[in-house]
């Protein structure tokens, strides 16, 4: 009994300090944070960048590993109020054929409202053609927290969720439910969205990768029976009906979206690398696991991070049998970007290395960056620096 009392209070405090943190979500009209930013690399080796500033998402390109950035070029020309901030904000992809994608939430006025945009560039970047929304259902409801996705075959997803239009039966629902769109002519258009599933998590962020021949793999925290929030995830082909599969099996029980979404990564001939947060039990923090992806069978999970220092919002990359792993971790000292490796498709890693410190630091964000596996982060006081992971 004390033991449950005990993970009651922790349960309580976390959701009500992620509150604290994120209380955007429950204003009208959030305001965007300059940390917040998204990071990708195109098939010349350029560094992309995606931030909001005055209502416009802007977009600039670094050809010197991010020691110079080119001029900016706003992707929606008329200003509109756009979630950024934590588990909200543009998403910038590229193609290989040098194709550059946005999207991102226009929070509307009604309360957790949005529409999900989407923009292409043909020329790398220089110019911006308009931008308009992905999906077809325009009434004012949650289509909010975007992710986007590009295949290698071209293919382009974008997933995110909705709660209201989930609701409107007028029938209990948990959480909410998960969309997704895709494309098959570089943006051009999308066809109609489709229900990926029912009950996600309310505002934990979607993670999605993709496989050589264009399987896209979506990984979402989902509100399993019980009120247990763990994790689920499906395969988006171009044939077949997506089938849900549960991730994770911490079994966290708790009234409320913990905001802490998870971190996704092709393995190396086995299926997929999973990252996420675990509230559960006596030990809550940071899981690492991999997951087969025929038998859809995880396996045991391994902790790691300072939960003490509140060790989260993991990023994850693969490349063969090398895989990275980054976190944030943050207490009355500042705050820590920390990350470890793994030479043999994480089945045992090396030393956790501290990369960047700073009064205030955005998520980590992984690049393949000329060879080297690289860490972006933002921060307070020095801006975006990527960092070469060397240990």
């Known amino acids: 009994m004390v033991k449950q009392w005990a993970n009651l209070v922790w349960g309580l405090a976390f959701f009500l300090s992620i509150q604290v943190v994120q209380a955007h979500e429950s204003h009208h009209e959030p305001s965007a944070s300059q940390l917040a930013v998204s990071v990708a690399v195109d098939h010349a080796g350029r560094v992309l960048l995606a931030q909001v500033r005055q209502g416009q998402v802007w977009v600039s390109a670094s050809d010197d590993t991010g020691k110079h950035f080119s001029t900016e070029v706003a992707v929606n020309p008329a200003p509109m109020q756009i979630a950024a901030d934590a588990e909200a904000r543009p998403n910038i992809a590229a193609d290989a054929n040098g194709a550059v994608y946005v999207s991102w939430t226009e929070a509307l006025k009604k309360n957790h409202a949005g529409n999900i945009w989407f923009a292409r560039s043909l020329d790398g970047g220089k110019r911006f053609e308009t931008p308009y929304i992905v999906h077809q259902h325009r009434e004012q409801i949650t289509h909010r927290y975007d992710a986007l996705q590009v295949a290698a075959d071209g293919t382009i997803t974008v997933a995110w969720r909705d709660m209201l239009a989930a609701k409107a039966a007028a029938k209990a629902y948990d959480g909410a439910a998960i969309y997704y769109a895709v494309s098959r002519d570089q943006g051009k258009s999308?066809?109609?969205?489709?229900?990926?599933?029912?009950?996600?998590?309310?505002?934990?962020?979607?993670?999605?990768?993709?496989?050589?021949?264009?399987?896209?793999?979506?990984?979402?925290?989902?509100?399993?029976?019980?009120?247990?929030?763990?994790?689920?995830?499906?395969?988006?082909?171009?044939?077949?009906?997506?089938?849900?599969?549960?991730?994770?099996?911490?079994?966290?029980?708790?009234?409320?979206?913990?905001?802490?979404?998870?971190?996704?990564?092709?393995?190396?001939?086995?299926?997929?690398?999973?990252?996420?947060?675990?509230?559960?039990?006596?030990?809550?923090?940071?899981?690492?696991?991999?997951?087969?992806?025929?038998?859809?069978?995880?396996?045991?999970?391994?902790?790691?991070?300072?939960?003490?220092?509140?060790?989260?919002h993991p990023a994850l990359l693969s490349v063969g049998d090398q895989v990275w792993l980054a976190w944030q971790e943050h207490d009355h000292t500042g705050a820590d970007i920390v990350a470890m490796a793994s030479s043999d498709g994480g089945r045992t890693w090396g030393a956790q290395v501290v990369i960047v410190h700073s009064s205030k630091l955005d998520y980590p964000h992984w690049l393949y960056l000329q060879g080297q596996a690289t860490l972006a982060v933002n921060s307070s006081d020095k801006g975006l620096q990527l960092v070469p992971f060397t240990h």
């Open 190 to 312: 999308f066809s109609p969205e489709q229900k990926l599933a029912d009950n996600g998590c309310e505002c934990c962020r979607i993670a999605m990768t993709s496989k050589p021949d264009g399987t896209v793999a979506v990984l979402w925290r989902h509100v399993f029976e019980g009120n247990e929030r763990d994790h689920a995830m499906a395969e988006i082909g171009p044939v077949g009906k997506p089938v849900l599969v549960r991730a994770s099996y911490g079994h966290w029980k708790i009234e409320g979206c913990p905001h802490h979404g998870a971190a996704l990564a092709v393995g190396e001939g086995f299926g997929y690398h999973l990252a996420y947060f675990d509230g559960a039990g006596d030990k809550p923090g940071l899981r690492i696991a991999r997951m087969d992806g025929q038998a859809w069978v995880t396996s045991p999970p391994r902790r790691f991070g300072d939960t003490k220092r509140n060790a989260g």
